[in-house]
T-cell receptor
Framework: EAGVAQSPRYKIIEKRQSVAFWCNPI?????LYWYQQILGQGPKLLIQ????????DSQLPKDRFSAERLKGVDSTLKIQPAKLEDSAVYLC??????????FGPGTRLTVT | AQTVTQSQPEMSVQEAETVTLSCTYD???????LFWYKQPPSRQMILVIR??????QNATENRFSVNFQKAAKSFSLKISDSQLGDTAMYFC????????????FGTGTLLAVQP
């Protein structure tokens, strides 16, 4: 079974620029998560989708971050405009059963 | 709100020896799950072991086992016969049962296995 796919693996941008990350979950997984992992910390949830609906986006900085999951499969996370403090690893995860999340390899974002 | 605390930022162990990583959590929920994830330098989060809160028996997966003390809200990970490939960041995580089931992570413990 193919795992969670993410692209790009690395991205370097200047502050105030925009960036987008893509995630393809494991086939059939209805729930998709985006986590932000700042260096030296554990991941923190940004947004959770159930199919194409948002379940939890309480920690998403909505003035600059947006996410969508068209057709309940792939998802895109966008940052516009980026700030220095957005430098982090962005992890996508999906869940099909009741208790296990599968993670993608992550995208390392550096904002200069 | 749920919190997860890992009080050991770094640990070191000799190859073939045993090491225990500590984790405590705080919750008022009865239905929840606890996890240990491994994150090597490649950044891929890999599930090591899971524990359902309603199960009294401690989970084991080959060389990995947990000591789940529900009343004390403690969830430690024991790695037996440590191998060089065990070198990684280890994160303890909590997940509430139900629809809004995000993972809440601790700050991690960096484990170095020495040859």
């Amino acid at each position: 079974e193919a795992g969670v796919a993410q692209s790009p693996r690395y991205k370097i941008i200047e502050k105030r620029q925009s960036v987008a990350f893509w995630c393809n979950p494991i086939s059939g997984h209805a729930t998709l998560y985006w986590y932000q992992q700042i260096l030296g910390q554990g991941p923190k949830l940004l947004i959770q989708f159930q199919n194409n609906g948002v379940v939890d986006d309480s920690q998403l900085p909505k003035d600059r971050f947006s996410a969508e999951r068209l057709k309940g499969v792939d998802s895109t996370l966008k940052i516009q405009p980026a700030k220095l403090e957005d430098s982090a690893v962005y992890l996508c995860a999906s869940m099909g059963g009741p208790d296990e999340q599968y993670f993608g390899p992550g995208t390392r974002l550096t904002v200069t | 709100a749920q919190t997860v605390t890992q009080s050991q930022p770094e640990m070191s162990v000799q190859e073939a020896e045993t090491v225990t990583l500590s984790c405590t959590y705080d919750t008022s929920e009865n239905n929840y799950y606890l996890f240990w994830y491994k994150q090597p330098p490649s950044r891929q989060m890999i599930l090591v072991i899971r524990q359902e809160a309603y199960k009294q028996q401690n989970a084991t997966e080959n060389r990995f086992s947990v000591n789940f003390q529900k009343a004390a809200k403690s969830f430690s990970l024991k790695i037996s016969d440590s191998q060089l490939g065990d070198t990684a960041m280890y994160f303890c995580a909590f997940m509430r049962g139900g629809a809004t089931n995000k993972l809440i992570f601790g700050t991690g413990t960096l484990l170095a296995v020495q040859p």
